[in-house]
């Protein structure tokens, strides 16, 4: 069964960088591409960033761009959120998801193409 675990995720105040990890059980990650979605109070979720299951093919949301990287190592079975420049608007429950699609060069942007999510790990900018 495949599981999805993240972690990383706390305190940091604005300007600050955390990495978030996401951690695979069950099957190797070649197969699968990942997107990381958040949500924050009251909001709904967004997708934040994805890479695809050759590693190949990333998106990241506009609001994300240049300050937030994807990549992955199928030898730890993890995909990583490198997070930089932090705002107080980055605040929420940050998740992972995995889906195997039919090409390996592919991955979604929204989360009705996810079937299989983390808990969630919360992160939190603000002085």
């Known amino acids: 069964q495949l599981q999805l675990v993240e972690f990383g995720g706390g305190l940091v105040q604005p300007g600050g960088s955390l990495r978030l990890s996401c951690a695979l059980s069950?099957?190797?990650?070649?197969?699968?591409?990942i997107g990381w979605f958040r949500q924050a109070p009251g909001k709904e979720r967004e997708g934040v960033s994805c890479?695809?299951?050759?590693?190949?093919?990333?998106n990241y949301a506009d609001s994300v761009k240049g300050r937030f990287t994807i990549s992955k190592d199928n030898a730890k079975n993890t995909v990583y959120l490198q997070m930089t420049s932090l705002k107080p608007e980055d605040t929420a429950l940050y998740y992972c998801?995995?889906?195997?699609?039919?090409?390996?060069?592919?991955?979604?942007?929204?989360?009705?193409?996810?079937?299989?999510w983390g808990q969630g790990t919360q992160v939190t900018v603000s002085s």
């Open positions: 998801a995995a889906e195997d699609f039919s090409t390996s060069m592919y991955c979604g942007t929204r989360h009705e193409e996810y079937d299989v």
């Open positions: 069950g099957f190797t990650l070649d197969y699968f591409a």
């Open positions: 890479i695809s299951s050759s590693g190949s093919s990333t």
